[in-house]
T-cell receptor, first 109, second 112 residues
Framework: GQNIDQPTEMTATEGAIVQINCTYQTSGFNGLFWYQQHAGEAPTFLSYNVLDGLEEKGRFSSFLSRSKGYSYLLLKELQMKDSASYLCAVLDSNYQLIWGAGTKLIIKP | DGGITQSPKYLFRKEGQNVTLSCEQNLNHDAMYWYRQDPGQGLRLIYYSQIVNDFQKGDIAEGYSVSREKKESFPLTVTSAQKNPTAFYLC???????????FGQGTRLTVV
């Protein structure tokens, strides 16, 4: 079967750095996405990795290791508005998105 | 502006009634999707369509039906056969092999 694992919840302090991990086992791999979802709203696109390595975009970075089936999302200089759920999704061999359950990130002042 | 529109944002229905959720996109995307999200949970795929007049069941299709008569539109009907229909419903579209999903604002359905 296909499986994506993320921690259910994480807590971090405003101004700090947090790393959200995602491990996956899927039928093929055509890329990995990270989305941000605020409560009661639709997910919004954050990043896409298809090759190994780190992709940096402002305060957010995403890393991929295909051999390990592993990715992480790194958030720097945390702000209160970063409190949200972060969803990891893998594009499988049929170009279907397989979604993780999401990680709820709580930012404390 | 291109985008994907779901309506309404909030919907209330009595138990036993069918209800149809609207989803329209003007992104010219071929693929469209319906997801269900329960509190604290991830996205579960209900139905998807990769081309007009064709659609496939997702992981939790029972109690739901869809149609894809036009490229722009992919309405979802929640039937009385769906045992627990109260949830947040998200429609999405994507183009080709890019995979990136664009979401509508979601419809929160409450069945009383």
């Amino acid at each position: 079967g296909q499986n994506i694992d993320q921690p259910t919840e994480m807590t971090a302090t405003e101004g700090a750095i947090v790393q959200i991990n995602c491990t996956y086992q899927t039928s093929g791999f055509n890329g990995l996405f990270w989305y941000q979802q605020h409560a009661g709203e639709a997910p919004t696109f954050l990043s896409y990795n298809v090759l190994d390595g780190l992709e940096e975009k402002g305060r957010f970075s995403s890393f991929l290791s295909r051999s390990k089936g592993y990715s992480y999302l790194l958030l720097k200089e945390l702000q209160m508005k970063d409190s949200a759920s972060y969803l990891c999704a893998v594009l499988d061999s049929n170009y279907q998105l397989i979604w993780g359950a999401g990680t709820k990130l709580i930012i404390k002042p | 502006d291109g985008g994907i529109t779901q309506s309404p944002k909030y919907l209330f229905r009595k138990e036993g009634q069918n209800v149809t959720l609207s989803c329209e996109q003007n992104l010219n995307h071929d693929a469209m999707y319906w997801y269900r999200q329960d509190p604290g949970q991830g996205l579960r795929l209900i139905y998807y369509s990769q081309i007009v007049n064709d659609f496939q069941k997702g992981d939790i299709a029972e109690g739901y039906s869809v149609s894809r008569e036009k490229k722009e539109s992919f309405p979802l009907t929640v039937t009385s056969a769906q045992k627990n229909p109260t949830a947040f419903y998200l429609c999405a579209s994507s183009q080709g092999d890019s995979g990136e999903a664009f979401f509508g604002q979601g419809t929160r359905l409450t069945v009383v």
